[in-house]
């Protein structure tokens, strides 16, 4: 139980600092085309601690909303210089090229449109950027389109974590865990309705 206050009380005074916005950024802009960095988890933990007034809500949404932008377009520009050769090389029914067809396919279908869907799906944000840059997406649409996904998914992140702060006000902890977790569950169903789909067209 101490242990665990001591990590509360250590992540209280992280997020009450204002190196917390500069940390939110990065860690949404880096995750764009390294999947592997938190980000979302970052957000909806600084969102629920935001229930106590610091840090302010409003302000991480806007950190997080930029972070996403600035990292898409380093994705695109990734894509763009060079990513077609690279996406063709990867080796046949691997992971990645699944990801990198499929992200094909919906830039073909649905343009910028994808770009606020594909956040919702594992790997789908770093495969559609990628591609929309390896096959030449207008750059003036993808800066529209991309504005209005990073926006809405941080906005997205912040009022799960914040709603879970609120439910449990007095256990940080578990508002943490449950808008981890709700998001986690939002994303496998989305995943799995994909699934479902794609095996009802094959």
Known sequence: MGDMESALDLLRQLVTSPWVYLLIFGLTAVDAFFPAVPGEAAVITAAVLATGGNPNLVVVIVAAALGAFAGDHVSYA?????????????????????????????????????????????????????????????????????????????????????????????????????????????TLLLEALRWLRHRRRR
């Open 78 to 186: 990734i894509g763009r210089g060079g990513g077609a050769s690279r996406l063709a090389r990867l080796p046949d029914g691997s992971r990645r090229r699944a990801s990198s067809e499929w992200a094909r396919r919906a830039v073909h279908r649905r343009g910028g449109l994808i770009l606020t869907t594909s956040r919702y799906v594992p790997g789908g944000r770093t495969a559609v950027t990628l591609t929309m840059g390896a096959v030449r997406y207008p750059l003036r649409s993808f800066l529209l389109f991309d504005a209005v996904a990073a926006v809405s998914w941080a906005l997205y992140c912040a009022l799960l974590g914040y709603f879970g702060g609120l439910a449990f006000e007095r256990d940080p902890i578990k508002g943490i865990l449950a808008g981890v977790g709700l998001s986690l569950a939002i």
